[in-house]
């Protein structure tokens, strides 16, 4: 969709901190973090929610999330990660193309909120530091 962010990020048309790409599913690092490693994983095919997802693309996300969930253990020690998706504005839905938050929490880090947070941009050099650290688990 022309008019999709992360249609936009999955083009190149927008910079991204990538961490995972393959046929269906694109990962990268959410530029207004809530945790340390807060990672967002999108289908390449645009669809807003869970009720438009093709269900071959909600299973290639959830692989996916397993791979990198396991990269995140590896390489930031969390307490745990949170898996969270939203469909609809009524949940605080602000990009309408599916996404699937995998949010690491770290001995420091707060408690998570579950469909609201204040949207605080990040340090970009710390989060492409941990994005780096992710990916190279990834491999
Ligand atoms: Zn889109």
């Not at 490693?37 to 692989?63: F, Q, R, S, Y």
């Not at 990660?81 to 001995?107: C, D, E, F, S």
């Not at 579950?114 to 650290?133: F, V, Y």
């Amino acid at each position: 969709m022309s008019d999709c962010i992360f249609c936009k990020i999955i083009q190149g048309e927008i910079p991204s901190v990538k961490i995972y790409e393959d046929d269906c599913v694109f990962a990268f690092m959410d530029i207004n973090p809530i945790s340390t490693g807060h990672t967002l994983i999108i289908p390449k095919m645009h669809a807003e929610n869970i009720w438009e997802i093709p269900e071959a693309d909600l299973a290639a996300i959830h692989v996916a999330s397993k791979k990198i969930a396991q990269a995140m253990r590896n390489a930031l020690d969390p307490l745990g990660v949170a898996a969270l998706q939203l469909n609809g504005r009524g949940v605080n839905q602000l990009v309408m193309h599916y996404h699937l938050h995998l949010i690491p929490r770290t001995a420091e880090g707060p408690e998570i909120a579950l469909t609201k947070w204040d949207l605080i941009p990040g340090n970009m050099a710390a989060i492409q530091k941990t994005g780096e650290k992710i990916a190279a688990a990834l491999r």
